[in-house]
């Protein structure tokens, strides 16, 4: 069982930026494939980005060309950097982990974007973002 802590939301001004970072518990985070989804209230959980166990990355349209996401495997620790943040990123922002086939050398390039892909998620962390 991985464990997920989300952390760094907070309420910010439009424009600013803000850095999440989401800590594992286990010892098999490079081997996963991770994610941050974000929800609003009154509204279906979102695909906001998704990284490799070997850092290929896939973004949500909404977001792309403004967050980035990243993955430090050494100190268990996905991240996500929101640049130039607007009104409508406002959400609580959650990680999330799918186990992958690492070590047969596959799903090197497995960036999954639906929820229902994934295996462990963490409890969110909010995000405000003021006009």
């Known amino acids: 069982q991985e464990q997920l802590v989300e952390s760094g939301g907070g309420l910010v001004q439009a424009g600013d930026s803000l850095r999440l970072s989401c800590a594992a518990s286990g010892r098999t985070f490079g081997s996963y494939a991770m994610g941050w989804f974000r929800q609003a209230p009154g509204k279906e959980r979102e695909f906001v980005a998704s990284i490799s166990w070997a850092g290929a990355t896939r973004y949500g349209s909404s977001v792309k060309g403004r967050f980035t996401i990243s993955r430090d495997n050494a100190k268990n620790t996905l991240y996500l950097e929101m640049n130039s943040l607007r009104p409508e990123d406002t959400a609580v922002y959650y990680c999330?982990?799918?186990?992958?086939?690492?070590?047969?050398?596959?799903?090197?390039?497995?960036?999954?974007?639906?929820?229902?892909?994934?295996?462990?998620w963490g409890q969110g962390t909010p995000v405000t973002v003021s006009s």
């Open positions: 999330a982990a799918r186990g992958t086939n690492r070590r047969l050398g596959r799903d090197s390039d497995l960036t999954p974007s639906s929820p229902s892909d994934y295996h462990f």
